[in-house]
């Protein structure tokens, strides 16, 4: 498998226990994608009760579509860091800050 090495922020925490990429509090996913052109919902969002098995790789932020986010550049995020939470039942990026 060919692998790409590249900087992004990372989530440093999600307090969506019900995830299936969810360990302890923290995302194992590779990359997650956030958002549509409204909502910064977390795309990545998989319910359920078996967690990942990899625990060792913490998640990027490969793509964020809301485009009215301040750390929204050109449909990437430029935050340093991004945590995700739930509001009003559902899963979405707490770092979300309108412009």
């Known amino acids: 498998m060919k692998k790409i090495c590249l900087e992004m922020p990372i989530v440093t ?3 969506v226990s019900e995830c299936v990429y969810n360990a302890s509090s923290s995302c194992h996913a590779r990359a997650i994608t956030i958002g549509d052109s409204l909502q910064p919902g977390c795309d990545t969002f998989m319910a359920g009760s078996r967690h990942a098995k990899s625990v060792n790789q913490t998640a990027g932020i490969g793509a964020c579509k ?3 986010c301040k750390f929204n550049n050109d449909l990437e995020c430029m935050a340093e860091s991004i945590q995700v939470g739930m509001v009003k039942n559902k899963v979405n990026c707490m770092t979300f800050d309108l412009c």
């Open 13 to 15: 925490r999600c307090m």
């Open 66 to 68: 809301t485009a009215g």
